[in-house]
């Protein structure tokens, strides 16, 4: 898991980098055709059959998905990259507020205060870190940047009812990639594939190796934290997880000479702190709901 929070940071790092040249659009469609590759190449070489009996789930999640990665990808152009990385990683929170909101909707069991409390915390956090770390005109970009993390909260719900139904991984991330190229194609389209307000003029060289970067650091993150799950403990993973806000500071720091505050700092605390008591709240909800 280590390994996948480092890639994943790197592929954050090529985004970045990346946005300077490319729209959103093109962006995504590198990360998912990488990945549709990537997949289909593994599951033919595992003798593993990529067709589904669960189409509309696979589309749920693709969409879902992907335009969480879409508009993560906005705001990593438009924000400090570590600014982007924590507002992704509020997923956990974004799910325990989904746990909370059903448990008060359809009243199957009483709201568990403690996963009040954490989601509370989680979006205290939120206020530090924006508060201090961007300018009026990107709030726009930090509201996105939520959005991004309440979509990928969806995604992960749909990962899991599609992990229940029997669907194996790399069928799940293949149809994933497959939705996100077709998405991104049809924006490509639409929009283009030059970043608005760019330079004109032919791109140079490395900013093609940079677009290759995200869809390939983003595949071999996805290949290491599926098989973090698969040999190690899910809780102990899910925890590990939150070193990839670490990893984007450090990268913030030294590419892009990004500035830390001691409020940002804390909040980045209290949003880790509160992903990791939502995942530890909602595991014994969970191994309920499948009892």
């Given at each position: 898991?280590?390994?996948?929070?480092?890639?994943?940071?790197?592929?954050?790092?090529?985004?970045?980098?990346?946005?300077?040249?490319?729209?959103?659009?093109?962006?995504?469609?590198?990360?998912?055709?990488?990945?549709a590759g990537v997949m289909a190449v593994l599951a033919f070489s595992q003798g593993s059959d990529l067709r589904t009996r669960l189409p509309l789930m696979?589309?749920?999640?693709?969409?879902?998905?992907?335009?969480?990665?879409?508009?993560?990808?906005?705001?990593?152009?438009?924000?400090?990259?570590?600014?982007?990385?924590t507002l992704n990683y509020m997923s956990s929170v974004w799910m325990a507020v989904?746990?909370?909101?059903?448990?008060?909707?359809?009243?199957h069991r009483r709201a568990d205060m403690r996963l009040v409390a954490a989601a509370l915390v989680g979006f205290a956090g939120v206020a530090l870190v924006l508060?201090?770390?961007?300018?009026?005109?990107?709030?726009?970009?930090?509201?996105?940047?939520?959005?991004?993390?309440?979509?990928?909260?969806?995604?992960?719900?749909?990962?899991?009812?599609?992990?229940?139904?029997?669907e194996p991984s790399v069928r799940v991330v293949f149809y994933f990639s497959v939705t996100g190229t077709v998405v991104g194609l049809l924006a490509c389209v639409i929009w283009g594939i030059e970043r608005p307000g760019a330079a004109p003029g032919p791109l140079p060289p490395r900013a093609w190796l940079e677009l290759l970067?995200?869809?390939?650091?983003?595949?071999?993150?996805?290949?290491?934290?599926?098989?973090?799950?698969?040999?190690?403990?899910?809780?102990?993973?899910?925890n590990l997880q939150y070193?990839?806000?670490?990893?984007?500071?450090?990268?913030?720091?030294?590419?892009?000479?990004?500035?830390?505050?001691?409020?940002?700092?804390?909040g980045v605390a209290l949003i880790v702190a509160a992903g990791v008591a939502s995942t530890r709240l909602q595991q014994p909800l969970e191994a309920a709901s499948r009892a």
């Open positions: 898991m280590v390994t996948a929070t480092v890639l994943f940071a790197l592929m954050g790092v090529c985004v970045k980098l990346a946005s300077a040249h490319f729209g959103t659009p093109v962006i995504v469609l590198m990360r998912g055709l990488v990945g696979h589309l749920k999640r693709g969409l879902a998905g992907t335009f969480a990665l879409g508009l993560w990808f906005y705001t990593m152009a438009h924000l400090p990259l570590s600014t982007a990385v989904f746990m909370v909101g059903a448990s008060v909707l359809f009243g508060q201090p770390t961007i300018e009026r005109d990107q709030w726009a970009a930090g509201l996105i940047g939520l959005v991004s993390g309440m979509l990928s909260a969806l995604a992960y719900l749909q990962v899991g009812a599609l992990g229940r139904a029997g970067g995200v869809g390939g650091f983003a595949t071999l993150a996805q290949l290491a934290m599926t098989r973090a799950y698969a040999r190690g403990r899910a809780l102990v993973n899910a070193l990839g806000i670490v990893h984007a500071f450090v990268f913030g720091i030294l590419l892009f000479d990004e500035q830390l505050s001691l409020m940002a700092v804390l």
